[in-house]
């Protein structure tokens, strides 16, 4: 095996790790950090156990040991060994273990004393992957409490090395190795928003194809673009050797693409992320690098996590060009512009900012620890994902109120999966059906077994007829998870669950029925509404168990769930169902209700045949008060508002609505009550004084000098006012007042129609007056209009009738 530059500071972190307890090792891709570091450490006088690995991917974990077994001449399970989720190789010689992340944190749960183990060395640790910074929390928790010798590398190409050792104790090392100096091209060709990526990417590939030598290395956001690109390039590339390479490929078809083709043949590897960091594709010199990258992010509102596009970081293309220049010069064709490259995220964000932490909650539960911030982080979960985790554990009965971990929390605790797929398999567990409920949890972690399709039934009863090797060893994996199931409950007798019910068993909070004959809009038990494509075979069943949905809160898409019917959901669920006595106001009256619910799913409704008077009589009143004039003289309301009477505001009349309010509407339905009687009652819980004040402040009537009544308006902006024909002021030269504010006076002709308003009645009649006498003569002859009014008597009556009767 070549010199690798990682060699030339290999002494350094074997004395670091003699002296101290933890380092920081910092070299650039192509270093062999993640081959080399390992083995040369298991010849330390200290280095007595296992040497842990640990890698971001399965793909990465297991060609990383199968190249240093081959280093050793020997094959993996001998001194190198690894384990990840389909595949392990160990055996009693095995003294470095690669092993994926989630394992190492399911094993640091299981043993916090890690014995045996000697060194844990955290590989590309600048991804941020949630099982990596919690399992670095827990070893370093353990190597504080429980176990002082233990030793903590954390390697990585692009990390803030100061960090990490700020974290791992003021006093460790950073060792930085150079690397391998092979010089880098970067080709910039610029982006079209109106180009699909598969056709830029395929005319990139073709392009470097042609003027480049070596084997092309292409990156893309997921599966489909993968697909659909190599589709294309076998058309427009027949000779190529179109290669994907991505975490649903068989481990032998893996293998190859990760290989110089043995016949020669120059070959085009299409892959994701997964090819960014760890591995070295043997032979490729030109990256073509789409710039995209897909993430999965938890959405706290709709309670699921979903993959989103984003633009690749600033440190991932650096990650993506430098898979070029490995073993020699290399080209790096990016399809996006230069100049906007800086405006590109440094760094992608850490998945512990970004995921679901239920898992990581139920972890420190189990690990004894019910508030994550007691432990050492370099960015500490936020606290709203901390809550909707605890939300989840506890309806699942992992968690008690007070955060501890329960024993239902134990037993999920103990399977290798997320505390929902686990509560699945242990549903299946205790009703005799386990293996199947293992493949359906499996089918949701797994892309593409089983194919495609939003029914997962249909891709369970697909994958258990494939004979592939994929599909082979996933049934293993999903039987070792039954077994230990089986282990962890008690089997119950009764009939085996569907495969709908042992779904929500793990998710009762998405189990959702339809809102609409199209079957488009779901509403979860958990109160989240989701849409389903109306094409759908699901789309006309009553009720879903949801497996997966992708995009935001409010639009949801199911990409995965299983029906159920309401005799299932009535009879594995019952003791979710709820009876609730409801009261709805329908704009006129109190409806009481009886209904049955799963959470915010109705089942079922209809009257309620014992409705409590008391919360009827409640609505009512808080109807009532909503709108007092309603109940009440309008008229009377403005009048104590102006007046200022506090026994009559609506703060006072919330306040004693038992004593005046609630005996009018006992017995009833409706505020259909007389406002005769609300006035009454009313006014019988207001003392004389007030009373004689809001008569005095706020008189309910004007008297005209002709002796008519009119009522005075309190309400408007305009209040005080009162309507009032201006015959009847006649012989009145002093403007009215209540209190001290003028009387709004709103003059009329004899037929009621407006002529004008005014708060100065002299001024009124020694001005304009002049021009409203002559239009009222022309308009009504029959009428006195005086020259003079204010030393006219006041009367309603013609001339005549005025004349006659003495006026």
Known sequence: MPELPIQTVLSDVLVALSQGTAAVLVAPPGAGKTTAVAPGLIGEDWCSGTVIL?????????????????????????????????????????????????IFVNMILADAELDGISAVLFDEAHERHLDSDLGLALALESRAVLREDLRVLVMSATIDGARFADLLGGDAPVIESEGRAHPLDIRWLGSSPQARIEDAMTAAIATAWLEEEGDILAFLPGVGEIERTRERLEERLPTALVLPLHGQVQPADQRVALSRDPEGRRRIVLATAIAETSLTLDGVS??????????????????????????????????????????????????????????????????????????????????????????????????????????????????????????????????????????????????????????????????????????????????????????QASRKLAERWANTARKLVKEENGGEPSVGVILAAGRPQFLAKRRDASGEQWIAAGGRGFQLDPASPLARVEFLAIGDAQGQAKGARITSAASLDIAEVEEWFADRIERRAVLRWTGQRVEAL??????????????????????????????????????????????????????????????????????????????????????????????????????????????????????????????????????????????????????????????????????????????????????????????RWPEEPWIEKPSLKTKNAFQKSGG
């Open 54 to 102: 640990t890698s971001p991917r399965r793909v990465a974990a297991r060609a990383a040991a199968e190249r240093m077994a081959e280093a050793l001449g020997e094959k993996p399970g001998e001194t190198i060994g690894y384990i990840t989720r389909l595949d392990s190789k160990r055996s009693a010689k095995t003294r470095v273990l690669v092993v994926t992340e989630a």
């Open 286 to 471: 030109v990256v073509v690098d789409s710039g995209l990258s897909r993430r999965a992010e938890f959405d706290r509102a709709a309670g699921t996590t979903h993959l989103v596009t984003h633009r690749a970081s600033q440190a991932a293309a650096t990650q993506r060009a430098g898979r070029a220049a490995r073993q020699g010069p290399g080209v790096a064709y990016r399809l996006w512009e230069q100049g906007g490259h800086a405006g590109r995220a440094a760094y992608d964000p850490p998945e512990i900012t970004t995921s679901d932490l239920a898992p990581l909650v139920l972890g420190l539960a189990r690990w004894g620890t019910t508030d994550p911030r007691t432990l050492a982080w370099l960015d500490s979960p936020p606290e709203p994902s901390v809550a909707a985790a605890r939300e989840t554990l506890m309806a699942l009965g992992a968690l008690d109120e007070e955060g501890r971990i329960t024993p239902q929390g134990e037993r999920l605790a103990q399977l290798p999966l997320d505390p929902q797929s686990a509560a699945m398999v242990l549903f299946g567990a205790r009703h005799g059906a386990a293996e199947t409920a293992a493949r359906i949890s499996l089918l949701l972690q797994e892309r593409g077994l089983g194919g495609r399709g939003e029914d997962i039934e249909a891709r369970l009863s697909r994958w258990t007829g494939d004979r592939g090797q994929r599909a």
């Open 594 to 783: 009886s209904e049955r619910r799963l959470g915010a799913i109705l089942l079922s409704k209809g009257p309620d045949p014992e409705p409590d008077e008391g919360a009827i009589m409640d609505m009512l009143v808080e109807k009532a008060l909503e709108n007092p004039a309603q109940l009440l003289s309008q008229a009377l309301l403005a009048r104590a508002d102006y007046a200022g009477i506090d026994a009559l505001a609506p703060e006072r009349l919330a306040e004693t609505a038992e004593l005046w309010l609630a005996p009018l509407l006992a017995g009833r339905r409706d505020l259909a009550v007389p406002k005769g009687k609300a006035v009454d009652a009313l006014l019988g819980q207001v003392d004389w004084d007030a009373r004689q004040a809001l008569d005095r402040l706020a008189p309910r009537e004007f008297v005209s000098p002709a002796g008519t009544h009119h009522a005075i308006d309190y309400t408007g902006d305009d209040a005080p006012s009162v309507e009032v024909r201006v015959q009847a002021l006649f012989g009145l030269d002093r403007h009215p007042m209540i209190g001290e504010t003028p009387l709004l006076l709103k003059l009329t002709s004899p037929a009621g129609r407006p002529i004008q308003a005014t708060r100065d009645l002299s001024g009124f009649w020694r001005g304009s007056w002049a021009d409203v006498r002559k239009d009222m003569k022309g308009r009504y002859l029959k009428h």
